[in-house]
């Protein structure tokens, strides 16, 4: 039955067949070189009239076609085709036609079976026949062909047929075919290293879906490494036995793109269903979109290696390796490319390492989708060489699968490092029990320029900065944790973004340590690490109290309400006590400590006790003020024991509370410390009824509790008590400040004993001393005022050892920073003549709101300027803020040795600055530049004696030696820091300090500042 032709003839020739007799054509067949004698017409109809016969050579190995011409030659006997059967010959196109062929055939009709191969074209793709992939061209004329014919048909053929159609000009036409050869050769398959073995995959191409055209086949090399793809090309290869990919299957490859058409891949397959799943990977080609994962292009004349981590596509197990070269144009025959060195491997990966509880847990850093329609698969998480971080390039939401599951409770903390590079719209770490980001806040952002509905942390990460994050991710959510995911999103489609997460630990927030003591025996009381947000909004949920990993510390850091619930809570009776102890390093606006009975900070029911702050909260309901003492020193440990009985009591106190309250711009700052927590059921003193002495070179507060603390570790009943309780049971008192006040009262009582009153000294009445301190009395005003004060040297010569009191006056009675000077504008030598003193200071400006009765006005200042209030002599001493540090107990004698001998008595200075008192606390003088200084040096034994019988006190101070040397640099500034160093002030107190001896050069600014907050300014 003949077929639609392949075009139709200019003139009609005889229905009968032709047979003609020429020279044979000689073919080798299998070795073999056999004579085909006969020309016949193939498909009847095609020839002309006139038709010229296929002209072979003389030695028959070539056959000459010119014009129109469908040629038989019946082959010497029957030629089984079977599939290694292959056709070999050469071809020369001399003159261009509408095509060549070659075909081998059972019969002489051209038949839709397609036995024949074009071999140049210039009318387009000839349906009905398989077109070579690479045909002859003007331009490429001679071509040797090698055409697999077993791989197109088998059977027992006839004919060996010639064919150059050309049905516009019959005369038209000219090429040579030379040198045929079939043979049945076994051809080989293409070679792939599967781990390092090579195994071949048959060279029996398989149609890879209904895209595949049939003409063109896969042409391996020799050695098999190899393999061409021509023209439109969907074919499958069978693997020898199905290929396992796992996470850790790469896949590697050179790849040659000789000529560009629409779709280049390679892929995996099953079923030989191109589009059932994602296992094909994009080359190059000038299309795009589909279910492909497209790689880095390969440009045309470009050869590029690849190495593809499969595995991390998609796993499982595959019979076929495709290759697809997709050409739907209308010369199919068109694109080129060449894949050699295929090779499969086991990857061995860094494994990803993060800690759990303080042990490692290692995870197979295969990396799948988190949230699948958000990430480029193609982009791959880069695990370091430690295993310890995570690095992302571009678009990429990834997760890694924990080996066991990770349980979250409320004190669950997770720790990570996180590096920005380059940022791009977000970034962000989970921890999920799923793989949809969507349904749960369980991510949190680290750094971000769009917004991403998940947990922003407080402090975002800026390019070029790593930062550590703690997160309390018990606090956000429980459960388990099944995957840790990394988010790099970046929809632009720029591939933008860099940044690595390291050092991911989870770990358990150590339990609060809280002591119970009784009797001596302390029982400690853990508090499961879940901190309650207290005070409602108050609070800000993600700073946390930092408890040491010991359970006896905990360190507040930036604004915070929290509550640890005590488990089955406290009763307070009148036996209660609470001590602790407290360390301020940054101050805030309030911090304290509660017991309370719910999460509410109510007016009516206060519970809490401020213990430092700049916030005075001493009228605020809130808080329980009365009896408790402040901290104002940083970077020193204080005690605190309180009774709680004396503020409130009961039996169902739920929650320990900590409380450091910051609602500055900066929530951040603020940071404390709380150790040794403990609630003491106390009933009576152990030492009540005790005697006992010490003996001290200074009664100071600290020296007396650690010779009780001492007494008590050999006195029955007291061994394993605290002494600070012990103290609040002995002096039936409610707080550490009364404890203070009482030894205070006990150390001062044996100077208080001897003190010669100022008084005495000055042999006035007190109010001479109120006027000559103020700037007053003949003392001051008369150059004859050294003689009637010649009772000064007397006092000097007979009384240098012994204590003197204070004057009780205006001047020194609110000296809280504990430093008074005096300041002089003259000085009466005896001559007769008034003279300028040495001049050692400036002045800067009075406030007379703070000298009130020294300035007899209510307020109003005075500006001196700097300097121009000409020569200026300050002198002035400090003392420590324990009444029993010598330098306090005997601050009267250096009022003495300043005020009196050296500044009046020695060196005649006298007067004060106008407006001014001359001698005072430093908080009601003038603000200077400076002040010269003197401090107290003392030989001496205090001895300390208690009656347990009478339940008193007795107490004796034996002073040897007082002397007054000049401070360090002989500036008071400089010997006020030398307190704090010792721990006799604060930095608080020193920081006041400065902003009434300002320094030299610096009245200007302390001007200006001063000025500034009554509304003016200074010029």
Known sequence: MKLNHIALTATLVASASLTVQSLPLRISIDGVTSSCTIQEEYDQGQN???????????????????????????????????????LRFDFELKEEADFQAICVDEDKELSDEKRCFVLANTQGWVMDMYNAPHMATLSETNVHFDIPIGKFFTGNMKYLVLLQDNDVDNSVGSSTISNIVIDHEERGGLTLAINGEVTEINNNPISYSDQDHGDNMLHMSEDGTSMQVSGNTWKALEFTSPVEIDSKTVFEFDYTLIEELEKHLICFDNDLTFGNSKTCFGLSGSETGGEIHYLDRTEEGETKHYSISVGKYFTGSFKYLVVVLDNDTSDRSTGNSLFSNLELHQEERASFKIQVGGEEMSISATDGSYSSNQDTISNFLEISEDGLSAKMEGNQWKSVTLPAPIEINAATNVDFDFYLEELTEYHGICFDDNLNDSDSKRCFVTANRDN??????????????????????????????????????????????????????????????????????????????????????????????????????????????????????????????????????????????????????????????????????????????????????????????????????????????????????????????????????????????????????????????????????????????????????FFDVNSKLQIEEQIGAICTSGYKEQYLPFEVIMGKHFQFSDEFFDGGTTWNYENESRDDASRIKMVQENHANRAIGMPDVHNFKKCELRAAMCCYVASRKGTGVDAEPEDNSDACYMDFSGAQQSSHVRDGYSIYGNGVEGNLNCHGFAWGDDVGNADNALKGNSLFQVAMYDSLYEKGLAEELPGAPMCGCVEQMPVVTKANCTKVEVDQTVDVNYNGSLTEFSVNVEIRTINHVPCTDNDLSSHYQDLVEEGKASQMEKDYLDTRLVGEGNCPGAISTFLSEKGFSFS
């Open 48 to 86: 002309h009239v006139g038709a010229s016969d296929v002209i072979v050579s003389s030695d028959g190995s070539s056959a000459d076609m010119v014009g129109n011409l469908w040629r038989a030659f019946s082959l010497p006997e029957d030629l089984e085709v079977t599939d290694s059967t292959v």
């Open 452 to 729: 991403w509905s998940q947990n922003h942390l407080s402090v975002k990460t800026d390019v070029g900065e790593t930062k550590h994050y703690s997160i309390p991710v018990g606090t956000y959510f429980t459960g388990s944790v099944n995957f840790v995911a990394f988010v790099q999103d970046n929809d632009s489609g720029d591939n933008a973004g860099v940044s690595a997460f390291s050092n991911i630990a989870f770990s358990q927030r150590p339990e609060l340590n809280l002591g119970f003591v009784q009797g001596g025996v302390r029982q400690g009381l853990p508090l499961f690490n879940h901190q309650l947000s207290y005070a409602g909004n108050q609070d800000t949920v993600s700073n946390l109290v930092d408890v040491s990993s010991d359970g006896e510390s905990v360190t507040l850091r930036g604004n915070l309400f929290k509550a640890f619930e005590i488990p089955g809570g406290l009763t307070i009776d009148d036996n209660s006590v609470l001590s602790f102890k407290f360390l301020m390093e940054e101050i805030a606006e309030v911090t304290g400590i509660c017991i309370e009975e719910n999460l509410e900070l109510e007016k009516d029911f206060p519970r809490c006790f401020p213990l430092a702050g700049d916030q005075d909260v001493s009228n605020d309901a809130n808080w329980l003020y009365r009896g408790v003492e402040q901290t104002y020193s940083t970077n020193e440990w204080q005690t605190y024991v309180i009774r709680l009985s004396e503020f409130f009591h009961g039996d169902d106190f739920k929650y320990l509370v900590l409380v450091q309250d910051n609602d500055k711009t900066d929530r951040t700052t603020g940071t404390s410390s709380f150790k040794n927590i403990e609630f003491h059921e106390t009933s009576q003193s152990c030492l009540k009824n005790v005697d006992f002495e010490f003996s001290f070179d200074e009664c100071t507060i600290e020296n007396f509790v650690n010779e009780v603390e001492q007494l008590m570790t050999n006195t029955p009943g007291c061994i394993g008590n605290n002494a600070w309780v012990e103290l609040l049971a």
